[in-house]
């Protein structure tokens, strides 16, 4: 049974830094994987996404450029390295599991979620 725990996140200030990590158990090396976030009132929305053997990213328009993913040696944890954080990127951050090998941004190739961690900008 795939689990997925996030881990990292916190309150920061506009412009500060965070780290998320998602530990991964049942088997996700062979399989892509990706984070979400969620606003309060909002759809759910892509932020990054990294294909099994980690070669190749995608990353939303909004955090381009700030935001950076890779997965660990072991393939078996998954890292958000979020930089100049804003306001805007508040939200409940999930990791996910992909359905196949390669990145998608597709909520629905995505069968494995976490609880999510809580990340709050202040301004």
């Known amino acids: 049974q795939v689990q997925l725990v996030e881990s990292g996140g916190g309150l920061v200030q506009a412009g500060g830094s965070l780290r998320l990590s998602c530990a991964t158990s049942?088997?996700?090396?062979?399989?892509?994987m990706g984070w979400f976030r969620q606003a309060p009132e909002k759809e759910r929305e892509f932020v990054a996404t990294i294909s099994a053997g980690g070669g190749a990213t995608h990353y939303g328009e909004s955090v381009n450029g700030r935001f950076r993913i890779w997965r660990g040696n072991a393939k078996d944890t998954v890292f958000l390295q979020m930089t100049s954080l804003k306001p805007e990127d508040t939200g409940l951050y999930y990791c996910?599991?992909?359905?196949?090998?390669?990145?998608?941004?597709?909520?629905?190739?995505?069968?494995?979620w976490g609880q999510g961690t809580q990340v709050t900008v202040s301004s």
């Open positions: 996910a599991k992909a359905r196949g090998a390669v990145g998608t941004s597709r909520l629905d190739e995505y069968d494995y």
């Open positions: 049942g088997g996700t090396s062979r399989y892509a």
